[in-house]
């Protein structure tokens, strides 16, 4: 079901499945496109650009499962390949050109909670690249690594990976790994930096990083979003802001940055029990400029890009999580014109 007259069904029954959660608003805005379901758990979704051709660009998503997967849809929401098995699969996130063998290469970058690992795969194949997996939070009694952030920063192209787990310290919450080649062709992944503070009240998530101001982002669910500086060679490990803490239901989950300019733009912010999104401004202080409610149910993860794929999605393609095992795909002016 992918086409936008199609995908009413797959709501209505996703809505029959979940009558218990918070109800989609008549007004909500509606996806173009609905994916085909997963075997399980959709939980979080990352876009790939094909820089060759655009249109054969991909959406991967994670199965939250102990049999689970990375899929990969194609633009119409066709399941089109999918991972090796997966033990439990939380969050996926994205990095272009990283040196391999002397050869750029793109990955998708996964926690893979039940092992204690993130897992490494060569796009668009899905070819894992990470000698059967890369053990993250070394030493911790809690361990299970659950949101996951790519950095790649300007001035050097060295790609760094932002880990976050499902309990942690109040201080230190995110371990922070630099990426390079093993001399053999695979990944490997160095320890650089432990940053971030936690509340206690839940746990963290969902974590976004702006690679051109240089900023990572995190839930802090129930409680409000944190920012931080990016780049671990700053040493500066300071928390720069703390916003989001008033208007969410309950939980504070995925976060997408669609960039305007080089440092203009928009944050969304899944407002998960409330079926909506809120909009905070990329700049500054990060300030709040609106709810939008959408058509999924329970949002967790969510990606945005600009491009518009020919013309298919105006504004660009947002994508979110919705419960009945599925993503959504929305032309991001279609919530756009809800905050004018």
């Known amino acids: 079901m992918t086409t936008l007259k199609l995908s009413g069904i797959a709501l209505a029954l996703g809505l029959t499945a979940c009558s218990h959660l918070a109800p989609v608003a008549e007004n909500a805005v509606k996806p173009i496109v609905v ?4 075997a399980h758990d959709t939980d979080d ?40 098995p997966l033990k439990r699969p939380n969050n996926v996130d994205i990095a272009y050109d990283l040196l391999l063998a002397g050869t750029p290469t793109d990955i998708a970058v996964v926690t893979e909670r039940e092992t204690r690992k993130v ?15 890369i053990p993250v939070f070394a030493g911790e009694a809690q361990a299970d690594p659950m949101g996951v952030a790519i950095y790649t920063r300007p001035t050097d192209s060295a790609i760094f990976v932002i880990v976050g787990r499902k309990e942690g310290p109040a201080e230190g919450y995110l371990w922070q790994y630099r990426l390079q080649d093993d001399g053999k062709g695979q990944v490997k992944a160095n320890l650089v930096r432990k940053f971030g503070k936690y509340s206690g009240k839940k746990e963290i998530e969902a974590i976004a990083v702006d690679n051109t101001l240089g900023h990572v982002y995190y839930s ?10 990016a780049d671990p060679d700053r040493k500066d ?55 939008v409610p959408v058509s999924t149910i329970e949002s967790d993860g969510s990606e945005i890009t600009p491009v518009t794929f020919g013309g298919k999605f105006p504004g ?22 809800r905050l004018k």
């Not at 008033?246 to 928009?266: K, M, N």
Request: aromatic share 14%; net charge negative.
């Open 119 to 133: 897992r490494i795969f060569r796009l668009p194949g899905l070819q894992p690249i990470d000698n059967g997996g």
């Open 316 to 337: 660009g393609l947002f994508v979110a999580m919705s419960n009945g095992r599925v993503f959504h795909y929305y032309a991001w002016d279609d919530l756009k014109d």
């Open 237 to 291: 490990d300071r928390e720069l802001g703390f916003f989001g803490q008033q208007g969410f239901a309950s939980d504070h989950e995925g976060i997408s940055l669609y960039p305007e300019r080089d440092s203009t733009g928009c944050l969304l912010v899944s407002n998960q029990q409330a079926n909506s999104f809120m909009i905070f401004r990329r700049e500054g202080k990060n300030d709040f400029v609106g709810e």
């Open 35 to 38: 994916t085909d379901p997963v």
């Open 220 to 229: 802090d669910e129930t409680v409000g979003v944190r920012k931080y500086f």
């Open 45 to 84: 979704p990352a876009i790939w650009i094909n820089r060759a051709d655009t249109m054969q660009s991909l959406v991967f998503g994670t199965d939250k499962d102990s049999d689970g997967a990375l899929y990969a849809f194609d633009l119409d929401g066709k399941i089109v390949r999918k991972s090796e």
